[in-house]
């Protein structure tokens, strides 16, 4: 019993790890924020904020979003990166700028403890789930015998005869 929880800990721990790796290093988590040499105007505004309307700024309606749009478009001309506009927005506006929290830091618990809390409700429900299938199964009500006696039988009988 030991060695089949050991063994599911196991799996549930390789899975995760596999999961893990795999969405950060493909691009799609946000430790793995490949610059793409060019870049437009609504890519950016999907991922920074108007700091006055702490709104996306793709949704904001405000002067100071069309400063920033502004902003933006002018360092896109000048040939930057995602990664140095942002950089430059911090810059200029602070951390309140961007739509994510940084990668580093304290800021990094913002993706980790999620991730923690889905690991230690899965090690919970691999440890819990065999006791109560255990617990199920030991409490689950008996079958009835299946012979009747005579008297029984005969009044099951009259009562079937009843509704037919």
Not at 37 to 42: E, G, K, Y
Not at 136 to 147: D, L, S, V
Request: include cysteine.
């Amino acid at each position: 019993m030991r060695r089949r929880r050991l063994a599911l800990l196991g799996v549930i721990a390789t899975v995760f790890a596999t999961v893990f790796a795999t969405v950060f290093a493909s691009g799609l988590g946000p430790l793995a924020s490949a610059a793409v040499p060019r870049t437009s105007l609504p890519v950016i505004e999907r991922q920074v904020m108007c700091v006055t309307c702490k709104i996306p700024l793709n949704v904001a309606q405000s002067p100071q979003a069309d400063r920033e749009r502004a902003y933006i478009q002018s360092l896109i001309d000048e040939g930057d990166t995602q990664a140095q506009i942002k950089n430059a927005l911090v810059g200029q506006y602070g951390p309140a700028v961007l739509g994510l929290p940084s990668t580093h830091g304290f800021d990094l618990t913002a993706y980790l403890v999620p991730l923690a809390v889905l690991l230690a409700l899965l090690v919970g429900l691999a440890l819990l789930l065999p006791r109560w299938r255990h617990a199920r199964a030991e409490g689950a009500p008996q079958p009835p015998n299946a012979a009747l006696d005579a008297g029984d039988a005969a009044r099951l009988d009259a009562d079937l005869a009843r509704f037919d």
